[in-house]
Structure formats: structure tokens, C-alpha cells
């Protein structure tokens, strides 16, 4: 077995208690998150004991703004290295969990185990994948077990935003543990599938070491509602549209299509996808049996002109605001097949991720520019969320009643809240708070986290397209005066250190003697800039990257009464 030694071990503190001594000697549990714990999405863990290890989940999170031309972001997969991955264990098939599939297949050596709606997505993504890969995804289902080395994995359902989703019970020589996966209590599932409250309750009786579990709706009180409440609502929609509805959603939210659907087929509409994400989820959810549409009821976009808009609905992708996805094209009359009109309503049927209010708030201005009318979750009630909140987490909690407590999926304010309320819920549980990278070890000591291991991000590069605004317009204007300097720095991403000698990229800024002579005196700038910053400074990009603007636009201001546009560039490793 391998075993990270702690960079810097730890004092757990409270978070630390003695655990009974086993009849035979066992090895320890390691449990390590490289992404999903202290951020929203990249969801991945790896869960070792003795010579087994698995890896839970290998999902991707979307670049911030300021990443110009990546496409996706996956974890650093140096820490793999230390193992031998003996399975891939999926608990859904959202991009957060599953995206990231094809780049961790080579380290891993086993299987890749997933109910038949999460490989299907999977093997969608892997259409140039040799056959021999193809083979490694073996479908499971709800309340099958399956044997990986030393671990004994049982998969539970749970219900979320779309079908097939599970959570985990692995029985390891150590205890048990259980990953919830993304999850909510749905008490009337579109589907009838509910959650596994018998499987749950009795692993409460059986004893488990630790509870992992989803932290997104911690913050929210009550619970976070059925898909059926959004049924009224849409009715209400129906009802009065005399134009086509045009309604955006997540690809993967197969219950809302029904919903769709089943109000189609009443109202006397047709459907069409609109959409390549859409399209395809939609056939293979068909195909499985998850999405049933009634004959007639659904045409191609390219039928949509053909037909009156008061029988039409367009199920489209673009909830986001995606500069290339269906309804942003719609919006400004760059669909082949799919043009607004005044009596139109296009709803937007999913929440809002952060970072995305700005573009989506674009595709609204432009839907209404057109004459449409636009509804979202603020005017009528058209969402509901997919993960549980703060009810449905102590319900959990209570059912399970684990010795040590893990809470994932979320930022650090999330995990925190969720720590708190378990504390409430049951005194007897111990809360270990843990981040990405962060070694969360049980043995007879107990459960802490004992040290940390290299987590960090890979970018993946790809083509994006968008508009051109007041912001860019405005930065030209400042590059035909002084030009553009880039000071490239690599930082450490945990340490927070300058990891390389800055570089400095020039574009139309004049060169002679005096300006070559600032440009040399850069990197020392730099390095002292970071010297003094604080160390929560240096290992949050947006602040490190906004001092290091305002220091060089200083020096060149004082230095030589330029003032080029700076457009620092933070590379974390």
C-alpha cells in the first residue's frame, strides 16, 4: 500500500477522536479529494485502503471569463500517479462528474462501473475511443454490488435533476463509506424511482465509519421541492402563450423534457430540439426508456417554420448564455430554423450558474428585441433545484448517523455550514473539514486530515467565439496609444509561490534603449510584489492578478509617463 507522508501534518484538534481498536490489525482509509471539495464542480476522490484503490467520479468545471480560449477545466492528475486505480466508480452523469472520462481513462487500470444513462453519456464522448475502451464501462443498477480488490461497492439510488443517479456504500477492511453523490429527497419522482431510504437506514444499523456528502443547497432552508412543482407554472405558460414557446434547460435535465412533453401533447403542440446537446440526450434517454414522447408529438427544428407558432414548443440548450448554443443564435436571428416573433415566450428554465448572470442577461436583451416575452425562475416558478437542501442534508445525516463526517461539493462557506449542522444533528458524529488535495486519513487514531497531496487544475485549450463590446472597444483604443505588455508569472497554486522568473510579452510598445531598461527591471518588480502580499493574496488569482496590474501601471506611469494596457497572466502549477 502506498501512503502519503503529511507535508506539514495537521492539528485536527476537536476533529480528531480515538477509534475503536479492530479484532485484527487493519490498514488505514485514505480518502483524497482532487476536486469538488471547497469549489463547485471537477468532482473527483480518490478512496484507498491496503493495495485497493478506486477513484469516485471524474468530472470537468467551465473557465472563468479571464481564461480566455480554454475550454474545459479537469484535475491534476499527479496524485494517480501514487496508486494503482483499480476502477472508476460513477455516481451520475452531470460534466461535473463524468467530463473528465476520457483524459483519466490511462490511469486508470480496471473497469469504469456507472448505471446505463451515466455510460451512455460516457460512451457519447468517447465516439473515437478503439473498442478495447469501450469494453472497460459495465453497467450496474440500484442495489447491485460489485468487488474491486478489498472493496465491497453497493450502489443506492438517490433522486436528482436526472435519471440514474446513485450513491455509493464501499465496505472497505476499515469501515464503511458512503458517498451520496449529488442528491434531493423528490417524495413524488417523475419517474417513480424514490430514494433508497430502506438501503440508507440500514447502513445506519450496520455502522459506518463516514459519511460524504453533497453540500451545494446548504444554505437554502426547507427543502428543495419536487419536479412536479414546476408542472403549474409551465401550465400557466401554456395556457397563455399564442405564439411558440421556446424553453432553454440544461441538456441533461431529461425530467423537465418530460414535462415538456406531457404539456405538448395536452395543449396540442409539437416539439422540436433545438440544439446539439439536446438533440442527443434526448435520443439516447428515448432509447433507454427514460423520455417517453407520444407519436406525432415530436418534429425536427428544420419542420419548425412549417407549422403555425401556436403549436410549436423548442426545447433548446443555452440556459447559460453560451455565445454558440442554440437559443443565443435564436436569439439574434442566427438559426437556420428557429426565428422569434412578437407573441413568442422563451422561458429559462434553469438556474443561474455564477459568473454567467452578464451573458445571460445579453440573450434575454436580445430575446426581448425581437417582441418576445421572457420568463424566468424570478417571474414565475419554472426551476427547481436538483440537490437537497438544508432538511433533506439532516435527513441524511440522521439516517446514516456515521462516526466521522465529510461534507463535499461546495465552496469552503458550504462545507462549513454543513459541518455545523451535522454538529446539531448528531453530537456523537465528528466532523472532519477538508479541501481539495487535503489527505483525509482514518486509522486507530481516529479520522483527520493528515497532510496534503499536489491538486491543481489543467486547462484545456479550445476555440471560443464572442461579441464585441464597449469593454473590448475601449481596450483597443488603449493598445493603439501604448501598446500591451504581459507579464506571464507561475505560482504555485497551494504554496502561493513565484515558481519560475517572470516573463514579459510586448506587443506594439516602443523599443529603444530606455523602455528595454524597464522591461529588464520587471521581474524583480514582480517578485517583490509577490514577496509582500499576504499568503490568501497570492493564492487567489483575481487579487494577485489586479495587484500585479496596478504595480506595473504605476512603474510605467512614474517610470516613463507611458501607459500601456497590462494584461497580466497567472499560471497556477
Known amino acids: 500500500m502506498h501512503t502519503f507522508e503529511a507535508d506539514a501534518d495537521k492539528d485536527s484538534g476537536p476533529h480528531m477522536i480515538a477509534a ?48 480566455l480560449g480554454v475550454d474545459l477545466i479537469i484535475p491534476d492528475f499527479r496524485p494517480l500517479e501514487a496508486f494503482t486505480i483499480s476502477a472508476l466508480v460513477l455516481t451520475h452523469g452531470h460534466e461535473d462528474h463524468i467530463g473528465a472520462v476520457a483524459h483519466v481513462l490511462p490511469h486508470v ?28 464501462l459495465v453497467r450496474v443498477k440500484p442495489r447491485e454490488r460489485i468487488t474491486v480488490g478489498s472493496f465491497s461497492i453497493e ?23 458512503v458517498h451520496t453523490g449529488d442528491f434531493k429527497i423528490d417524495q413524488t ?9 430502506h438501503g ?52 441533461s435535465s431529461i425530467y423537465r423534457m418530460q414535462i415538456l412533453v406531457d404539456l405538448a401533447a395536452r395543449f396540442d403542440r409539437r416539439v422540436a430540439f433545438v440544439g446539439r446537446g439536446a438533440v442527443d440526450n434526448a435520443e439516447i434517454a428515448q432509447r433507454l426508456g427514460y423520455l417517453r414522447i407520444p407519436a406525432g408529438v415530436q418534429m425536427r427544428d428544420s ?50 450558474i455564477p459568473g454567467n448572470e452578464k451573458a445571460i442577461g445579453r440573450v434575454m436583451n436580445h430575446v426581448t428585441r425581437r417582441g418576445a416575452d421572457v420568463v424566468h425562475e424570478g417571474i414565475k416558478h419554472v426551476h427547481v433545484s436538483g440537490h437537497g437542501s438544508e432538511e433533506e442534508l439532516k435527513l441524511m445525516l440522521s439516517l446514516i448517523r456515521p462516526r466521522f463526517f465529510v461534507p463535499i461539493h461546495g465552496e469552503y462557506r458550504q462545507l462549513s455550514r454543513h459541518a455545523r449542522v451535522a454538529g446539531r444533528v448528531s453530537a456523537a458524529t465528528r466532523v472532519v473539514l477538508a479541501e481539495n488535495g487535503d489527505l483525509i486519513r482514518f486509522d486507530d487514531d481516529g479520522g483527520r486530515v493528515a497532510g496534503r497531496v499536489p491538486a491543481g487544475r489543467i486547462l484545456i485549450d479550445g476555440t471560443r467565439s464572442g461579441e464585441v463590446g464597449d469593454e473590448v472597444l475601449r481596450d483597443r483604443r488603449h493598445l493603439a496609444g ?6 506571464v508569472v507561475v505560482i504555485g497554486r497551494q504554496s502561493g509561490t513565484l515558481e519560475e522568473t517572470p516573463d514579459v510579452i510586448t506587443r506594439g510598445f516602443v523599443l529603444d534603449a530606455r523602455t528595454e531598461a524597464l522591461l529588464k527591471e520587471i521581474p524583480s518588480l514582480l517578485a517583490s510584489a509577490l514577496d509582500s502580499a499576504s499568503a490568501e493574496e497570492r493564492t487567489d ?18 517610470r516613463s509617463g507611458l501607459r500601456p494596457l497590462v494584461l497580466p497572466v497567472i499560471m497556477e502549477i
Open 20 to 67: 475503536d481498536s479492530p479484532t485484527a490489525p487493519q490498514p488505514p482509509l485514505e480518502i483524497i479529494p482532487l476536486g469538488g471539495v471547497g469549489e463547485f464542480g471537477m468532482n473527483m476522490m480518490i478512496i484507498s485502503c491496503g493495495e485497493t484503490a478506486i477513484l469516485v467520479d471524474a468530472g470537468v468545471s467551465f473557465p472563468e471569463p479571464e481564461l
Open 109 to 136: 487500470k480496471g473497469p469504469v462501473y456507472g448505471t446505463a444513462f451515466t455510460l451512455a453519456l460516457v460512451e457519447k464522448r468517447l465516439d473515437e475511443a478503439d473498442q478495447e475502451t469501450r469494453a472497460r
Open 155 to 177: 450502489f443506492l439510488r438517490v433522486t436528482h435533476s436526472m435519471p440514474d443517479c446513485v450513491a455509493l456504500a464501499i465496505r472497505t477492511p476499515r469501515g464503511i463509506v
Open 189 to 197: 419522482p417523475l419517474d417513480g424511482e424514490h430514494v433508497d431510504f
Open 200 to 251: 440508507f437506514a440500514e447502513l445506519g444499523t450496520e455502522g459506518v465509519l463516514v459519511l460524504l456528502a453533497d453540500s451545494t443547497n446548504i444554505e437554502r432552508r426547507g427543502f428543495s421541492g419536487s419536479e412536479l412543482e414546476v408542472v403549474d407554472g409551465f401550465e400557466e405558460i401554456f395556457t397563455g402563450a399564442t405564439g411558440k414557446i421556446a424553453v432553454a434547460i440544461f441538456a
Open 303 to 352: 419542420d419548425v417554420r412549417s407549422l403555425p407558432a401556436k403549436e410549436v414548443v423548442c426545447i433548446c440548450t443555452g440556459s447559460q448564455g453560451e455565445p454558440q448554443a442554440a437559443l443565443s443564435r435564436i436569439a439574434i436571428d442566427d438559426h437556420r430554423h428557429v426565428r422569434l416573433e412578437p407573441e413568442d415566450v422563451v422561458v429559462f428554465s434553469a438556474r443561474e
Open 482 to 487: 501604448d501598446g500591451l505588455v504581459v507579464p
Open 541 to 558: 488569482p483575481g487579487l494577485i492578478k489586479e495587484r500585479i496590474r496596478v504595480e506595473l501601471q504605476r512603474f510605467f506611469r512614474k
